[in-house]
């Protein structure tokens, strides 16, 4: 998620940029066995598209929580995405949990996001 919201931001400006990404259980039988996994968010990358990337362990929030926020130095149009790593538990049977050796990470789709100037303007005065 981008804000402000509507495709725009302007140069210098905060922009604010969270997922909504949640941890989540599955439950599969594997050769006869019940397989538990528990599958959680443990890294986001972010990449604004103006080549400027970053790597959190959070994954940001809504306004007025400004956790993640990146200022576009030029005008243009840009597609920023963020990258999610899942890390994982199992267990078997309902035994004890086990780390997953390894992560997974699922590239997000780029969004458009037009970064324009903004042009102060004196209005109502005589």
Known sequence: MVQPPNGRTLVNF???FYTETE????TI???GQQVDLRIRPSAFGWRFGD??????SEPGSPYPRLEIT?????????RPSVDTTYSADWRVGGGPW???????TIPGAPVALDVV??????VGYR
């Not at 990146?70 to 840009?78: E, F, I, K, T």
């Not at 100037?117 to 004196?122: H, M, V, W």
């Open 117 to 122: 100037e903004a042009s102060p303007t004196l």
């Open 70 to 78: 990146h200022r576009y130095q030029d005008r243009g149009a840009v």
């Open 23 to 26: 941890p989540f259980t599955r």
């Open 14 to 16: 905060a922009t604010n």
């Open 51 to 56: 080549g400027e990337r970053v790597t959190t």
């Open 98 to 104: 086990q780390p997953v050796s390894g992560t997974v």
């Open 29 to 31: 039988t594997l050769l």
